[in-house]
């Protein structure tokens, strides 16, 4: 008998550890609401739920939470209000308006530079196959903005660049992540007589979409689109 409650204390005992275990893990380690939105974290007794930037107001157990002003919030979650748990880190964001549209509209890009947009292998006029971009740290989504400390505007300007550069060493200027970087590139001739990177690369792009909303206060608007590169 004296066994028997041994057993069944140490399943409630299992039981109840990873019901909190299970607990603390469903909630979130970051939350985005807008100003004035209920947050409603489910808890279980003896987890507490602590506003330590002092802009909230929390409370134990279901933790609701009322989120009067934008900017970034910081709660701490602790076991008996001593044993820290984790922090959920609050976003609040300002509430704006909106107004519906549904139209249909077309939309062109252009970017400062030209934007790489892939990369592939070049076959040389010696029948090799080539990669000039290799080990230069260039990547796709970065943007060309300047070869041999000449701006590049478009496309056709770069393609011109490599062919005037007659297989020479040029040097690019790049930017990648919002940091400018530069690096050195010998151009392949081709069987075309031409000189290439290996690089694909776009100066604008272009597509229709319906514009979702639109928001006054900023002039900004929401839209889904179809590019056509």
């Known amino acids: 008998m004296k ?5 069944l ?3 409630f005992f299992l039981i109840t550890i990873f019901s909190y275990v299970l607990a603390i893990e469903t909630i979130p380690d970051n939350l985005v609401v807008f100003e004035g939105e209920n947050i409603s974290l489910k808890t279980l007794l003896g987890i507490t739920i602590k506003d330590i930037s002092n802009t909230l107001e929390a409370s134990s157990n279901y933790g609701e939470s009322i989120t009067d002003e934008a900017g970034q919030k910081t709660l701490e979650i602790s076991l008996f209000d001593s044993i820290m748990l984790k922090s959920v880190n609050v976003d609040v964001l300002e509430k704006v308006t909106v107004i519906p549209v549904g139209s249909m509209a077309g ?11 892939g990369m592939s292998e070049i076959q040389g006029i010696d029948n090799k196959k080539h990669k000039p971009y290799e080990n230069t740290g260039i990547e796709e989504g970065d943007t060309i903005t300047e070869i041999n400390d000449k701006p590049v505007f478009s496309t056709k300007e770069l393609i011109q660049t490599v062919n005037q550069s007659n297989g020479e060493m040029i040097n690019i200027k790049y930017v990648s992540k ?3 970087k530069e690096c050195s590139i010998e151009p392949i001739k081709t069987s075309d007589n031409e000189y290439k990177l290996g690089l694909w690369v776009r100066d604008s792009a272009a597509g229709v979409g319906t514009v979702t909303f639109y928001e006054p206060e900023t002039k900004t608007f929401g839209a889904l689109r179809t590019w056509n590169y």
């Open 107 to 117: 939309v062109k890009l252009y970017t400062t530079g030209v934007l790489v947009v």
């Open 9 to 11: 204390l140490v399943v």
């Open 178 to 180: 919002d940091e400018v």
């Open 3 to 7: 066994n028997k409650l041994i057993k």
